[in-house]
Structure formats: structure tokens, C-alpha cells
């Protein structure tokens, strides 16, 4: 056995591979491609609204007078235009999200499978209502 | 033996925080990013918000948010800079810097409101 794979050599048989080139911009060619990638950049956001918090948490633990600083700070006109794009990307991605909901969670209910309206609709209706919790919260005082 | 994925953590990380994110931060950042510095809602005076925050209950809601949100932005950052960028010979710098980032901003987290007075 050893001999013959000694003495045998095969060429196997590998045809190239065809693999065209993706520009690096490919997602900018379609509508549902540039979605895409704007749902994955509201991460980006979503990691500025935890440093914004800590920003705030910090301030606060370190006396009124750094609270004052910070208040002033969230009214530069650039971090109020900072804000305004973080926020139109979270609503993106809480949309995105609960559209979702659906295909990633299937209720069945006594044999019947929930319809995805309903999923839907709870789900914003939990918005709703955990949203107006939160300004109920920071709103009075 | 089979490598075992953490892909499964990772993903159960990115999916809690997505949730997270989508339910709550757009308020937040609503009141705290439009609202009170543009003057429409008055902004919490500042004894009100320190003793809300020296609430346990506050501080882990606040820590569980920070922490599921930047797991979220981890995951999801790292497979945008694969997939939009194609910059998959980077894998392990990417990898490294995104959850890296992560345990960074949790610790951060931790910390503030740990020793929040």
C-alpha cells in the first residue's frame, strides 16, 4: 500500500473557483442592501447613548457643579445634532427589531400558531408603555 | 473533540441587548439627548436624579443596560466590519477590539455605579 501511494501521484481534477470580486461598497447598490447596513450601524449609536449615560452617571456622582457641566455640554449645538442622528438610528433599530419579532418568536396558541400582527402589535404596545414608564420616572421632579 | 463556539453567549448577548436597546433608548435618549437640553420637558433637578440613582434597584436597571447594550453594539459592530467592509483578514483584531470595547464599557459601568455615592 505504502508503495503504491509512493509511486502514484494524482492531480486532481480542481476546477478555479469563480469568485468575483464584491466592491466594498456593494451595499450601496440597493435599497434593501443600504437598510442593511444602516440597521448595523445603529449599534454605533446605541454604544454613544451608554457612554452619554455613564457621562451623566458620573456627573452626578461628582457634585452639582459637574452635573451643571454636563447639562451644559448636552447643549452644544454639535452634541444636540449628534443626538438628534443617534436617536433617528435607535428608533431605526427598535423598528427593525420589532418587525422582527415574528420570525424569531413563534407563540402557538391551543394548536394555532399566534399571527405575526399580533407579535407585532405587542410589541409596540410594550413600547408604549415601558417608554411612557421611563418619562414618568425622569419627567417628574 | 469538537471546539467548543462561545458564538451561542455572544449572539444571546447581542439578542437581549437588542431588545434592550430597542425599548428603552429611544425614550431615554429622547428626554435626556433632545428634550431637557432643548428646554420642551424641564430637566430633572439634579437632587431629584442623584437620589433615583442611589436606589439599588435604579443602578442595576442602569447596569443591566449599559451592559446588554454594548454587548449588543459588540457583536453587531464586529459582523458590520466583515460584511459591509470585508475586512475579514482583520478577524482576531476586530474580534478582540469589539468585545474587548464591550468588557470595557461594562467595567466602566460596573464601577460608576458600584461606588455611586
Known sequence: ???????????????????SRVSTWWWLTRWPYL????????????AWFVMVLLL??????RGPQAYAQFERWLQHPAVVL?????????????????????????????????PDLWIVGTNYAAWAVISLVVAWFLVRS | MA???NEPVIWALFSAGGVVAAFVIP?????????????WIPAPRYE??????????????LFALCFLAVFHWAHRFRYTLYDGLQIKHLNELI????????????????????NFR
Open chain 2, 48 to 61: 431629584y436624579l442623584l437620589a433615583l440613582v442611589r436606589l439599588p434597584l435604579t443602578r442595576l436597571y
Open chain 1, 56 to 61: 451623566q452617571i458620573r456627573a452626578l456622582s
Open chain 1, 82 to 114: 449628534l443626538n438628534l442622528i443617534a436617536l433617528f438610528f435607535v428608533v431605526f433599530h427598535a423598528v427593525t427589531w420589532f418587525n422582527l419579532a415574528p420570525r424569531a418568536i413563534a407563540i402557538r396558541f391551543r394548536g394555532k400558531r399566534v
Open chain 2, 27 to 39: 425614550v431615554h435618549l429622547f428626554l435626556l439627548g433632545l428634550a431637557f437640553p432643548l428646554g
Open chain 1, 1 to 19: 500500500m505504502s508503495d503504491t501511494r509512493q509511486t502514484t501521484r494524482y492531480t486532481e481534477y480542481h476546477p478555479r473557483w469563480y469568485r
Open chain 2, 95 to 114: 474580534f478582540f477590539c469589539c468585545y474587548g470595547g464591550a468588557i470595557f464599557g461594562t467595567v466602566l459601568a460596573g464601577y460608576l455605579l458600584w
Open chain 1, 35 to 46: 437598510k442593511f447596513i444602516l440597521r448595523e450601524i445603529s449599534s454605533v449609536f446605541v
Open chain 2, 3 to 5: 471546539k467548543q463556539s
